[in-house]
T-cell receptor, first 114, second 115 residues
Framework: EADIYQTPRYLVIGTGKKITLECSQT?????MYWYQQDPGMELHLIHY???????EKGDLSSESTVSRIRTEHFPLTLESARPSHTSQYLC?????????????FGQGTRLTVV | AQKVTQAQTEISVVEKEDVTLDCVYE???????LFWYKQPPSGELVFLIR??????QNEISGRYSWNFQKSTSSFNFTITASQVVDSAVYFC????????????FGTGTSLTVIP
């Protein structure tokens, strides 16, 4: 069973609000990811990190930002939420030193911006 | 270009039927890894299997089996005697050694097993 946790599971918030989606893992994994999942199922990588103080943008442009101050914690922040940010956000982690490893996913945060 | 293609968007089968989910990948790396994940309605992605590019042996785990063929760049997933609990979205993914374990996901196949 994967030890990666996302909070909140569901969030409904008004336009213009600042929000932070939390993601924590207890596996000591160096690499962490944020994916945005459209209602039509496709996963888009929006941010990833190789370790502490490392953050990179993914393939899909996103107005969100991330930080990696601790190995186990990789929060995602939206400074001003908009309805176009409504989506499911999935956090994942994997070992960095080994490429022969799968990614472990959290349960996701379903965000609705009204 | 899409690195992982899952041409089947939605599949419906009647319970106890066998079903095969297709996955075709594209890479120039000689060392790569392929994965299948299951996403039930609850939302999390559950890891099912990992296969590296040097191991073309097919694998069977209970009702699940995987057919990896480098010649056709395919990594297909078969569920035998499907059950309602198999209803989920299934994702195929690729990781290349040269890109530092970046995961490329297909668009997913939504499987519905009808009782």
């Amino acid at each position: 069973e994967a030890d990666i946790y996302q909070t909140p599971r569901y969030l409904v918030i008004g336009t213009g609000k600042k929000i932070t989606l939390e993601c924590s893992q207890t596996m000591g994994h160096d690499k962490m990811y944020w994916y945005q999942q459209d209602p039509g199922m496709e996963l888009h990588l929006i941010h990833y990190s190789y370790g502490v103080n490392s953050t990179e943008k993914g393939d899909l442009s996103s107005e969100s930002t991330v930080s990696r101050i601790r190995t186990e914690h990789f929060p995602l922040t939206l400074e001003s939420a908009r309805p176009s940010h409504t989506s499911q956000y999935l956090c994942a982690s994997s070992e960095y030193r080994s490429v022969n490893t799968e990614a472990f996913f959290g349960q996701g945060t379903r965000l609705t911006v009204v | 270009a899409q690195k992982v293609t899952q041409a089947q968007t939605e599949i419906s089968v009647v319970e106890k039927e066998d079903v095969t989910l297709d996955c075709v990948y594209e890479t120039r790396d000689t060392t790569y890894y392929l994965f299948w994940y299951k996403q039930p309605p609850s939302g999390e992605l559950v890891f099912l299997i990992r296969r590296n590019s040097f191991d073309e042996q097919n694998e069977i785990s209970g009702r699940y089996s995987w057919n990896f063929q480098k010649s056709t760049s395919s990594f297909n997933f078969t569920i035998t005697a499907s059950q309602v609990v198999d209803s989920a979205v299934y994702f195929c993914a690729l990781s290349e050694a040269k890109t530092g374990n970046q995961f490329y996901f297909g668009t997913g196949t939504s499987l519905t097993v009808i009782p």
